[in-house]
């Protein structure tokens, strides 16, 4: 009897149309930017997608005079129920055009279709209609009778999300009055610049929202400009700081949501089948490329050999692979320098002594690509157990109590998420109440709603986005 | 085993987190088959097929019919595969058996007084003695659900055991009617039960009580038999049966197999669907694979 192999099953590309090269999107237009052009690449394959236009300073100026006049003359002014009926209207848009913005987020960014489908673009559309709804009831948000926008918000998103991470800035910046400037991260800019095309689709006002492209330089430049009121950034800790030292002082606000080293802690008593997804789901979803993923794994002492098992066996049945085929769970590292970095780190976690496992898999020739990856023995003072990878590269500690749990679990300089593995639920209350971690998973993990807050402890930033109090970041309050 | 004995391991088992396994169950349902596996997955789910009649209505006629059916389920295609068995009530297993001598199709019998099980213990036992008896080399036995609601598990082992050893060489399947336990976490120590009790496959449900199949109860008990050979090494097959209806139900579930207790388990000896109306849609969807074109329903027999 044969075993039945999955015939691939890619979705077509058909429903998108990359355009050679792209520019900037200013005031309604998409003009030429003045910095050196880049190329944004398919990290599955390594073809080159398309030019984009790089902003320099004189263009970062122009896209914030944009941003100001048509918060001056239009957004600030409207009332709520208007831009409410905008944010209803692009959310609407982009579940008409789901098809197209998964297929091409998966290009640009080598995750699994599977994810992009289900998971980013649903989430992205929720996000509009969340704070759509919120629009017209900021006097209900409790921040007093009548809360006022801050002016124009300076926007620096990463690659791991880029469709989500826009809508997480874009969506409550606007429903609370405020135009916006993004920068797009250079590995990822197609479906932020598919966006703008939705902001004309829908008739937003022009330089409502402006997207421009750069690298680092072009996202200091937006943060330093002095007509930015308000920052808000999702990247690594390192840029973070960067970001906080050239803020401080000056009258602008600031959220930072940055790295994190969750630990993601199984009791004995948990619901072994479950938590082997969890765990699967916590740091191999989206490659691993997810500031809250699930990183550490802390496992009771008395359940760790079983889970173990139970985790590669599960591991053996991740099919890695083209992002675009519907059966692919992993798919590519996003770029050469990240693949770098996981090289890296997985090295030093092996020259470390951990126990490093991956289940056998056939990589592609082309791309970037790293097999998910597992680490035994590993220890606190472990550079893998400490740093954060960013891959799909899983640590596995050990505890013996509840106490050894919540201490090994705080024990990082970051505090992002936590995730909790028990059939008891006052477990799940203690445990909770003892993690310094800003948001936490009982037995699920990587769940997101437009509802419920997000953001981290310590190293991992400060502010919240998401839910009621994510609108606290674009009023005047 | 005695009731606290038992009582203790069922109880000591890994939890079923309810969300989770559906969510599990969910993704795993949103896998793509096309083409070439399509086609491959047909001819297992077909040949996986216990083709059921259980109706009072039945007769000698309506058996025969449904045998012919399981030796050559498209009369106009030699190369579509048998299906593994015909599952009628016991007082019709010498019909089947008569109509398939030498086919290589199986007959099973449900007994131990099918549906609900509500008899006294001698007549399960008669019932499935009679119906091995008249030839059926598989029977589906259902287990007392009441005994196991209320805690009694001693009670439900003891009549595994006795209707297997009832059984002599018929295979066991024994019947968990999961849409009465209600819960996963039941489904998975009614599983742990059987097995230990002796049985050689667990199946869902009678197809008498909706809830019947699903996915999520499909998973937790394509679970419980991986681990039960992790621990013991004896292989226990799995049969959903009820509520499977068309080609992608079906390969659902051959999917669910494959990532779940694994490749060893996709054939007919360790695999069966329990319907009757997926049948023709397995084989509407395979001639519309060779022929590129749908046939109509009247092409494929109603039996």
Redesign the interface.
Known sequence: MTVFEYAPAPESRSVVDIRGSYGLFIDGEFTDGHGEPFKTINPADESVLADIACADEADVDRAVKAARAAYERVWGAMPGAERGKYLYRIARIIQERSRELAVLESIDNGKPIRESRDVDVPLVAAWFFYYAGWADKLGHAGFGPDPRPVGVAGQVIPWNFPLLMLAWKIAPALACGNTVVLKPAETTPLTALLFADICRQADLPPGVVNIITGAGDTGRALVAHPGIDKVAFTGSTDVGRQIARTLAGTSKKLTLELGGKAANIVYADAALDQAVEGIVNGIFFNQGHVCCAGSRLLVQESVAEEVLERLKARMATLRVGDPLDKNTDIGAINSAAQLDKIRELSAAGEAEGADRWSPPCRLPDRGFWFAPTLFTGVAQSHRIAREEIFGPVLSVLTFRTPEEAVTKANNTPYGLSAGIWTEKGSQILWTAQHLRAGVVWANTFNKFDPASPFGGYKESGYGREGGRHGLEAYLNV | MTTTELHGFLHGL????Q???E??AARLA?????????A??ID?AISMVDLTTLEGADTAGKVRALCAKAVHPDPSDPSVPKVAAVCVYPDMVDVAVGALRGTGVGVASVATAFPSGRAPLEAKLADTRAAVAAGASEIDMVIDRGAFLSGDYGTVFEQIVAVKDACGDAHLKVILETGELATLDNVRRASWLAMRAGADFIKTSTGKISPAATLPVTLVML?AVRDYRAATGRQVGVKPAGGIRTTKDAIKY?VLV??TAG?DW??PDWFRLGASSVLNDLLMQRRKLSTGVYSGPDYFTLD
């Open positions: 890994p939890g079923v987190d969300v989770g396994a969510e599990r949103s896998r793509s088959i096309k083409m070439s596996a399509k491959e997955a297992l679970e051959l494959n990532e490749p996709l054939t």
